[in-house]
């Protein structure tokens, strides 16, 4: 037992750990470094394999293309695969030219237009074949298919 007047002895604190050494293991850096290249290589990759944008210009030549009112494009594949639709309509007639924005790699499509003419029931057809190279721009001259009377 202790004796009276005398403080019974602090108990052992045990003594701090030394702080690691700083260096390139323990700093957060590389691990932040290491997520940020394979997000840019992701990135890079995600890109490089992009489809370049192109645009499909038509012009609209001959006579009878005052009485569209709507043309609906459609691009497809060699499977029949449509690749891309697009529908525009007109109030009084298409201008000269008509563009389509879309994306699409090189080679060959097939290529379906159709064309509503005011006071038709049934919408025209216009098929063709586009190439595309390098090029960003693709100018399609474009005849309206010859009136039908019946007689």
């Known amino acids: 037992m202790a004796e009276e007047g005398t403080t019974p ?5 045990p003594a701090p750990l030394p702080k690691p050494r700083p260096g390139w293991r323990t700093h957060p850096l590389p ?8 997000v840019a290589v992701g990135l890079w ?9 192109r645009q499909l210009i038509f012009q609209l030549t001959g006579d009878g ?20 639709r697009e529908e525009r309509f007109f109030a009084n007639g298409p201008p000269p030219e008509v563009t389509f924005k879309m994306r699409l790699p090189e080679g ?25 190279g390098e090029s960003t721009a693709i100018v399609v001259p474009l005849r309206l ?3 039908k009377t019946k007689p």
């Open 108 to 132: 060959t499509f097939r290529t379906l237009l159709f064309v509503k003419v005011e006071g038709r029931e049934k919408r025209d057809v216009v098929r063709g074949r586009l190439m595309v």
């Open 65 to 84: 293309w005052s009485g569209v009112r709507a043309v609906d494009l459609q691009v497809l594949d060699d499977e029949e695969h449509i690749l891309k």
């Open 9 to 13: 002895p602090a108990p052992e604190v």
């Open 45 to 53: 990759l995600w890109k490089a394999t992009d489809l370049p944008e």
């Open 31 to 38: 691990k932040r470094l290491a997520l940020i290249a394979i």
């Open 145 to 147: 298919p010859g009136n």
